[in-house]
Structures are given as structure tokens and as C-alpha cells.
């Protein structure tokens, strides 16, 4: 690093003839900052850069890519749960962790409301079966509900697409 210089220009100057592609995942942490993604693909015009973001950059060279989630059943009252996208990859994921888990009428309402609260995201999902049998699907759900609380505060009302993936090129 040179002291004398920015670093953004710094940056930008190494990366000017490099063909090479960045990842900045969580950037809705930085959003004050996101003129800097276009300035570096301004600057790099071989640099693929792939960002991503509950909220969209607002940037003009910005492609929005939705994240959706797997199917997932409207309550847990529905006929064949375990034929649901979601149900079957929490059931998967929590028999990695007890080889004899099952849906039984005592933890499918728990595993739907678990699904229902992640969006059927599979890393939420794979997350919190995980947490199986330490917690169990009550208590999973209940701990998912109670911090996403706090993601809902920290989301910005202007957002009109939170699943959106900003992909930058």
C-alpha cells in the first residue's frame, strides 16, 4: 500500500487488467458504500463482481437475481408434509443428526412453522436442523422467531424485494 494514495485507488489500479471475480456477500451492511462497486467495475473492466444483499444496491450497472426458497407447505394440516421441499430437507438434514428422526404428529407443526419462518431458504433450513437434537423443533422454531425480530428491524422499509440477490457484472 502506498500512504499517499487511497486505497480504493489503489485497488483500482491493481485490479485494471485482471480478470478475476470478487465476492461481497452481506453488502446490505454496507449499502452507504455501494458506489464503490460500480467505480471498481468502472475502473476493472475484466472484473466480474458478485454481491449479495437482502437490499438492492441502487446501482445503474446492477442486475437483481431473486433467492426463493423451497416449497413449503401452507400448514402443517396439509396431506404428504414430507413431499414438501423444505419438510424433506429438514428431515434429511435432522436425520444426519439422529438417524431416527421422523415427522410424527408431535414435531410437524414445528418443523412447518421452522420451514415457514427461514422462507424455505435451504441454508436457514440446514441451520436450524442442525441445532436437532440439542433443541428440540419447538424450541428451534422459538429461537429462529426470536432473532428474526431483529432482522425485520434492520430492514429497510424501501425495500420492496427482500430475496432480491444484487449481481453486479
Request: include cysteine; aromatic fraction near 6%.
Amino acid at each position: 500500500l502506498q500512504a499517499d494514495l487511497p486505497v480504493l485507488t489503489q485497488l483500482c489500479a491493481y485490479l485494471r487488467n485482471k480478470a478475476c471475480l470478487l465476492i461481497l456477500d452481506n453488502y446490505e451492511h454496507l449499502l452507504d458504500g455501494a458506489e464503490v462497486v460500480s467505480q471498481l467495475l468502472a475502473a476493472a473492466p475484466l472484473l466480474k463482481i458478485i454481491v449479495t444483499s437482502r437490499l438492492p444496491l441502487r446501482q445503474p450497472d446492477e442486475w437483481l437475481l431473486p433467492v426463493e426458497g423451497l416449497s413449503v407447505p401452507a400448514s402443517s394440516t396439509e396431506p404428504d408434509l414430507a413431499n414438501y421441499e423444505s419438510v424433506a430437507l429438514f428431515v434429511q438434514w435432522a436425520r444426519r443428526k439422529q438417524s431416527y428422526f421422523a415427522l410424527d404428529a408431535e414435531n410437524q407443526s414445528a418443523v412447518v412453522d421452522i420451514c415457514r419462518l427461514v422462507d424455505g431458504l435451504p441454508l436457514g433450513i440446514v441451520l436450524a436442523a442442525a441445532c436437532y437434537p440439542e433443541l428440540t423443533c419447538a424450541e428451534i422454531g422459538a429461537e429462529i422467531r426470536r432473532n428474526l425480530i431483529i432482522l425485520a428491524a434492520e430492514a429497510s422499509d424501501e425495500a420492496s424485494d427482500q430475496s432480491a440477490a444484487p449481481v453486479s457484472d
